[in-house]
């Protein structure tokens, strides 16, 4: 009994343990390691944000060029507001993928908010779309200006579209960021070049409906 009571002082003095171990504290854990210094602090980290990126020039035309295209052919169509409504969904879808080649956010709400500041009115654009759509409810004249005037102003201002927002996102900026009227000179600049492009593009489009011509043929056979 006596002996119990002098081994459990012997344990109290930091003797053996019942368990067989020291009565020293144990060993605490290491110290986790400390962040790289160049390792970004977890809360500096945007989920779902893209980095931005810089797309081939040659890859952004050849993307702007096609929505031009579709553009154009939207014009054609014969019920007038519906050929300018579907050329805003094709401005809205331009920016779309343009915001991705340049890895930049994109939603619905301000591409249209974009589309809308950038041809509602810069050199006249906006009110002359309208003017000529409204053409093709009268027939014979008013359907040929109608049918060749909206599709080319149609990828006009679908091509100074996608040249502004490519030079916006190629100086660091963002679609909630861009203003209208900074870029006014250079969205009428686009327009008048654009215009050209689109002449082509109507042309095309009228050969593929038509087939070749009987001059497309000789070039061709020449």
């Known amino acids: 009994?006596?002996?119990?009571?002098?081994?459990?002082?012997?344990?109290q003095e930091g003797g053996v343990t019942p368990g067989g171990t020291s009565g020293a504290a144990p060993t605490p854990p290491p110290e986790p390691d400390a962040p790289e210094p160049d390792a970004p602090e977890p809360d500096t980290v945007v989920s779902g944000v893209p980095a931005p990126l810089t797309p081939s020039p040659h890859v952004v035309d050849r993307v702007i060029k096609?929505?031009?295209?579709?553009?154009?052919?939207?014009?054609?169509?014969?019920?007038?507001g519906v050929d300018l409504a579907a050329a805003v969904g094709i401005q809205i879808a331009l920016i779309r993928r343009l915001s991705a080649l340049h890895g930049r956010p994109f939603s619905q709400n301000a591409g249209k908010a974009v589309v809308t500041a950038l041809t509602g009115g810069a050199a006249g654009v906006?009110?002359?779309?309208?003017?000529?759509?409204a053409l093709k409810l009268i027939p014979g004249v008013g359907w040929g200006v109608g049918f060749v005037t909206v599709p080319v102003m149609?990828?006009?201002?679908?091509?100074?579209?996608?040249?502004?927002?490519d030079r916006h996102y190629r100086e660091g900026g963002a679609l909630l960021d861009l203003s209208a009227d900074?870029?006014?000179?250079?969205?009428?600049?686009?327009?008048?070049?654009?215009k050209d492009l689109s002449r082509r593009a109507l042309d095309t489009l009228r050969r593929k409906k038509k087939g070749p011509?009987?001059?497309?043929?000789?070039?061709s056979a020449a």
């Open 213 to 219: 011509t009987a001059e497309d043929e000789a070039g």
């Open 182 to 194: 900074a870029v006014r000179d250079t969205y009428a600049e686009a327009v008048r070049a654009g």
């Open 126 to 133: 906006g009110s002359g779309r309208l003017a000529a759509s």
């Open 66 to 80: 096609n929505h031009v295209m579709a553009a154009v052919a939207a014009g054609v169509v014969p019920v007038p």
């Open 154 to 165: 149609n990828g006009a201002a679908t091509y100074a579209v996608g040249k502004v927002v």
């Open 1 to 11: 009994m006596f002996g119990g009571r002098k081994s459990m002082n012997e344990t």
